[in-house]
């Protein structure tokens, strides 16, 4: 393997300006430098290469045989280069107009939906690529930069979560209902119902371990979970077919055909919905993004408020710089799930 020193690509780029505009003077001038460092940039090129590149004399600077030959490979190296740049500021450009958005699956079943529909009224040539994502894995994507904004949620009972670098804005307090089969013994019955009525029912849950699993524990009995899935159709469908009780979020007390859908005596344990906004440059959209999704925040709360003891939500809109979010009073209290 030979040991010689690979061309520097700079001096190659100065001496093909030279090479074209055959005089040192007006390659300094275009290249913004002064004379004597594009002098020097050539002497090392030539040492660089063993060859003399340039001849100057009084007509000015002309070709040498082996300069003739090095200014074919500049021009191809140029070339490339300009063609490069060209498609990575494509890249780049298409990356910019394009808003990448992670949420987890129940969000990204209403609520998601909700705000892109508002985005796009406003710009209705909006590209969005929106990606399942779920609070236990959404940390290391949104620091590698997968997403723009990403929406994640909380027990709200739980130590508020924060993560090094990432800022946070509070969206909601979203609560959870019961869902029943039809012709479930409980299902016509008026009023809430208290969890214990539920103990000897099969369970469909997000997980067995989840805050609310652990609701049910706290109402007293073990749940005997016969399916577990974080999926919002899969949860609809296992009940709706009689696999089994389950829990429904706020977000998505709209959206269930089929099965009924009862609150709960004294309410489940709530969980907290927000934004977070990746460290380092932001999408330039990021804040109308943020709007949006508080203005369809604030649209749930409102249908929530108009359906009484159904379900509710509590709306935040402070973000984690300005500490603790304050909570709209009198939409009552809510319970979190998947």
Do not use: N
Request: glycine share 10%; no cysteine.
């Amino acid at each position: 393997m030979s040991s010689k020193k690979a061309m520097d690509p700079r001096r190659l780029l100065t001496f093909r300006t030279v090479a074209h505009e055959r005089s040192f003077s007006r390659a300094a001038e275009r290249l913004s430098l002064s004379q004597p460092s594009v002098s020097h940039q050539i002497a090392l090129l030539e040492r660089e290469v063993g060859a003399r590149l340039l001849d100057r004399g009084r007509g000015g600077v002309a070709l040498t045989p082996a300069g003739e030959v090095l200014l074919e490979h500049a021009d191809q190296i140029a070339w490339r280069l300009e063609l490069a740049d060209r498609q990575v500021a494509g890249v780049a450009g298409e990356r910019r107009e394009t808003l990448r958005i992670g949420a987890f699956p129940t969000a990204m079943a209403a609520y998601l939906p909700a705000t892109v529909t508002r985005l796009r009224e406003q710009d209705p040539d909006l590209r969005v690529l929106l990606g399942e994502v779920t609070p236990s894995t959404l940390e290391p994507l949104l620091l590698s930069g997968d997403f723009d904004i990403a929406l994640s949620y909380q027990d709200a009972a739980a130590e508020r979560r924060e993560i090094d670098g990432v800022e946070r804005i509070d969206l909601l307090r979203d609560g959870f209902l019961v869902g029943l089969p039809p012709g479930h013994r409980l299902a016509d019955e008026d009023g809430p119902l208290r969890l214990a009525q539920l103990a000897e029912d099969p369970w469909i849950l997000a997980s067995t371990e989840g805050f609310l699993a652990k609701s049910l524990r706290e109402a007293g009995f073990e749940p005997r979970v016969v399916a577990t899935t974080q999926d919002p159709v899969a949860t609809h469908g296992l009940i709706a077919r009689g696999i089994g009780v389950g829990l429904v979020p706020g977000l998505l007390a709209d959206d269930h055909p089929g099965i009924a859908i009862r609150p709960v005596d004294g309410g489940l344990r709530a969980r907290d919905v927000y934004a977070l906004l990746p460290p380092g440059e932001r999408h330039p959209l990021v804040a109308k993004v943020i709007v949006a999704m508080k203005e369809a925040a604030a649209d749930f709360i409102r249908s929530a408020a108009g359906v009484g003891p159904q379900r509710s939500y509590v709306a935040a809109s402070h973000s984690s710089k300005l500490g603790p979010a304050s909570f709209a009073p009198g939409l009552g209290s809510t319970a979190p799930s998947a």
